[in-house]
Structures are given as C-alpha cells and as structure tokens.
C-alpha cells in the first residue's frame, strides 16, 4: 500500500529566509504524481506545486520548487523567500491511477510558521 | 477561474440526525471525490465517483455514507445517521483527467452534537 510522510509536524522560518519541508513515500509503482498542497487557516486546499515521476526535471513555481528525488522516494518542497502568507499547514500528496480511478494519498501534514 | 462550490459551509446537527452536504464540481470535470479532515489531522479519502458510479471507497465510507450526482452537476454526500465522530470538515474535489489540477471545494465544516 502507498504510504506518504511528512516527519515535520511543525516548523519556522524567518520572513524572506529560504525553508525546506520534507516528504517520502512509498510505492511499487513506476508512474505517479506528486503534489504539495497549502492549506491556509481559511482551510481551503490550494494547489502549490505537481510533479509528474516521469519528468526527472524539478519543478518549480515562482519562490516554489521541489526536489524529487525517485530513487530515494523524497520530494521536498523549497520555499524561497519565505512570506508571511506563506504561514500554513502543508500536505504532500500521491496520486496514482488504479482500478479505473485516480487515487489520492495525503500525508499528515507540516505546520509552517513565518515569523516577522 | 473555475471553482468548485460547496454548501452549506457550516452544518450543525444533532447525533443521529441525516445530513447532506452538496457539491458543485467544474463543468466538464469527470472525477469526483469526497475527502474528510478531522481538525488538526490529515485529509482523508472517503470515496471517488466517476461514470456515475463508485469506483473506489475508503474504510470511513461505510453503510452510513452514500453518494449521488442526481442530476448531472450536483455531486452530495449523505450521512443517514450521524455520529460524533463524524465532525469534521468535508471537502469535495474535483478534475478532468491526470494531467488537469485536482480542485478543492472551500469544505463544509460539519459539527455534531
């Protein structure tokens, strides 16, 4: 079974200070995706970042990137120039098509705080 | 910008009452999903509907939740006899196909006593 997680139930960074949150998985499987979710005190999901496990290029969204790592199972989340908007909670997810569906495994989540 | 709507955003119910928590997923989406987060933990998977059917549902998702699209752009979730347990937010989601971003409703927050 695909298991994702998150070690860092909590973290902090200083405002405009580059912090990194760390997620692995597991899995059998050769194609699949995987996303960073940010969850606001709104708790509304809003996507972040996806990366398809095909592509071996990172990728990257404005002071977003990742690293994805596949033989390892990592992908991490790079936040550059860190921003009080930015404090959340963080979800990594998986995504693989299975049985005629896709499904979706969160992780349990890393608390991010921006300090000013 | 498309988005996914849900209401009510905030239910209140006794234990043991039915509720139904609504969705509008995207137009011309095609996979639809309810998922259930516990305050302060994790989202969870409840069920996936595609083709107007159930393709995949979690251990939650048990005798007392049902799903329907009863008229093509709706997309409920029933609960018949709720639980304490049962208080949580409840998010529906959304998307076309792999290569589509998977949308988020703003999630009802329901709250049983």
């Known amino acids: 079974a695909q298991t994702v997680t998150q070690s860092q139930p909590e973290m902090s960074v200083q405002e405009a200070e580059t912090v990194t949150l760390s997620c692995t998985y597991d899995?059998?499987?050769?194609?699949?995706?995987l996303f960073w979710y940010k969850q606001p005190p709104s708790r509304q999901m809003i996507l972040v970042i996806r990366?398809?496990?095909?592509?071996?290029q990172n990728a990257t969204e404005n002071r977003f990137s990742v690293n994805f790592q596949k033989a390892a199972k990592s992908f991490s989340l790079k936040i550059s120039d860190s921003q009080l908007g930015d404090t959340a909670m963080y979800f990594c997810a998986f995504m693989k098509y299975t049985s005629g569906t896709y499904k979706y495994i969160f992780g349990t989540g890393t608390r991010l705080k921006v300090l000013a | 910008e498309p988005e996914v709507t849900q209401t009510p955003s905030h239910q209140v119910t006794q234990m043991g009452q039915e509720v139904i928590l609504r969705c509008v997923p995207i137009?011309?989406?095609?996979?639809f999903y309810w998922y259930r987060q516990i305050l302060g933990q994790k989202v969870e998977f409840l069920v996936s509907?595609?083709?107007?059917?159930?393709?995949?549902k979690s251990e939650i998702f048990d005798d007392q939740f049902s799903v329907e699209r009863p008229d093509g752009s709706n997309f409920t979730l029933k609960i018949r006899s709720t639980k304490l347990e049962d208080s949580a937010m409840y998010f529906c989601?959304?998307?076309?196909?792999?290569?589509?971003?998977?949308?988020f409703g703003p999630g009802t927050r329901l709250t049983v006593t």
């Open positions: 509907f595609y083709n107007n059917e159930i393709s995949e």
């Open positions: 137009s011309n989406h095609l996979y």
């Open positions: 990366q398809e496990a095909y592509k071996q």
């Open positions: 899995t059998s499987e050769n194609n699949y995706y």
């Open positions: 989601a959304s998307f076309r196909d792999y290569s589509s971003e998977q949308y």
